[in-house]
């Protein structure tokens, strides 16, 4: 039998009562509280992040192959969709979907106002699934073989500016020489609560752009490019860049809207320091336990010496108690972040102002290699500290340990 794990269960905080039992309970209190609150953190940021980044790669892929141009336009040059890249991306193993698109400027005309915005033209390929998650009102417009669509979903902003509303039937005039325009009719409305869509680009068919610009067909103003793994993007880049055609540019979706994207990375660093913070203090409260705990067992120390039992086997009767403590708060700390997340993401009951957070609700995300690295993270550093107080114990002489009061 381990002797110095079977008197640590015998001077547990089970068997404590009075004040020490109150200090173990503050420990196991801190280590549980500290944890949850970490753990819901992690949760909430890996939601907020996921929610975001999904929003943008829904409406833009995860790259985006276009042609080489001079300049900034909104539009641009046309791409075959014959070309190798298109014709042969199904070789790529980590590439989900090729869709391409083309955006055209104009101006949208209500019954009392007018708005400049960018038409961004999909086709039948376009994964409308995942941009479904966005659309609050109507649905998504419908191809036709023979002709283009007049169909156009808007954003709800664009479509509270110009007082429109689903069914309602509108004006495109399109900058170009001469001038041109066409009628549309809303068939829905949706909001990313993000302003680089949500304040200019409406979707329309690609078929309206073609004829606008007198484009063939098989002509797209670019592929964007949707992979298995949206955490990879750096790494899958140079080999899809090594498989696209001489003339076409790659751009990572992430370096497009590098404010988005940068301004989420931020995130982590708050989370970090409150992860430190957190960390801090259990450890603290620990040590602190740990001394009391000493100050009370001075007598049990100094006739534990007496018998004959080494220093190293009475720190272990201490540090064993810690342990026990650690535990019990990370047991309930898992219980209560986990309980957290599973009714906010079933229930959603804390809201959120899109206006300011981009979403109605606070995310969840169900991380659990995280969880467990940061499991491991708190007993290790915690379960270290232990032995600093745990050293005290070298200092105590018997006889004077026995005469303690």
Do not use: C
């Not at 004040?19 to 196991?28: K, R």
């Not at 101006?107 to 998650?133: H, R, T, Y």
């Not at 023979?146 to 902003?157: P, W």
């Not at 086997?313 to 986990?338: A, D, Y």
């Amino acid at each position: 039998m381990n002797i110095s794990y079977f008197i640590a269960k015998r001077i547990s905080f089970k068997r404590t009562g009075g004040f020490t039992g109150t200090i173990h309970q503050i420990a196991v209190a801190s280590v549980a509280i500290g944890l949850a609150i970490t753990m819901i953190s992690f949760m909430i940021l890996g939601g907020f992040q996921n929610e975001i980044s999904n929003k943008v790669f829904s409406f833009t892929g995860h790259y985006q192959g276009l042609k080489f141009v001079s300049g900034n336009a909104f539009e641009e040059s046309p791409v075959s969709m014959k070309s190798d890249f298109f014709q042969k991306y199904h070789t790529l193993d980590f590439v989900k979907h090729v869709q391409g698109f083309a955006h055209k400027p104009g101006l949208l005309k209500g019954d009392e106002e007018v708005e400049g915005v960018l038409m961004k033209g999909v086709g039948p390929d376009f994964d409308s699934l995942a941009f479904k998650n966005s659309i609050v009102e109507g649905r998504f417009i419908q191809f036709f073989d023979s002709a283009a669509s007049n169909e156009v979903v808007i954003s709800k902003k664009i479509a509270n500016k110009l007082k429109l509303a689903v069914g309602e039937r509108v004006t495109m005039y399109y900058v170009q020489e001469p001038p041109r325009y066409r009628r549309l009719e809303i068939v829905g409305i949706y909001e990313t609560f993000l302003e680089n869509f949500d304040d200019k680009i409406l979707v329309g068919d690609i078929q309206v752009i073609r004829n606008l610009n007198a484009w063939s067909a098989d002509q797209v103003g670019g592929f964007e490019i949707f992979v298995d793994d949206s955490k990879k993007i750096d790494e899958y880049a140079g080999e899809i860049y090594d498989f696209m055609d001489f003339d076409l540019r790659l751009v990572k979706v992430t370096d497009k809207y590098l404010e988005i994207f940068d301004w989420l990375k931020l995130l982590n660093n708050n989370v970090y320091v409150f992860l430190g913070l957190i960390l801090f203090v259990a450890a603290f409260n620990m040590v602190s336990i740990l001394f009391i705990l000493i100050m009370e067992r001075t007598q049990m120390i100094g006739i534990l010496k007496a018998v004959g039992a080494q220093n190293k086997q009475i720190r272990r009767v201490f540090v064993w108690n810690g342990i026990r403590i650690i535990g019990r708060g990370m047991l309930i700390g898992n219980g209560i972040g986990l309980a957290f997340g599973w009714i906010q993401s079933q229930f959603k009951v804390i809201p959120l102002d899109p206006e300011n957070y981009y979403m109605g609700f606070v995310p969840i995300d169900w991380n659990w290699p995280v969880f467990l690295i940061l499991n491991l993270v708190v007993l290790v550093v915690i379960t270290l500290v232990l032995f600093l107080p745990a050293m005290v114990i070298s200092n105590i002489k018997p006889i004077k340990a026995i005469r303690f009061d």
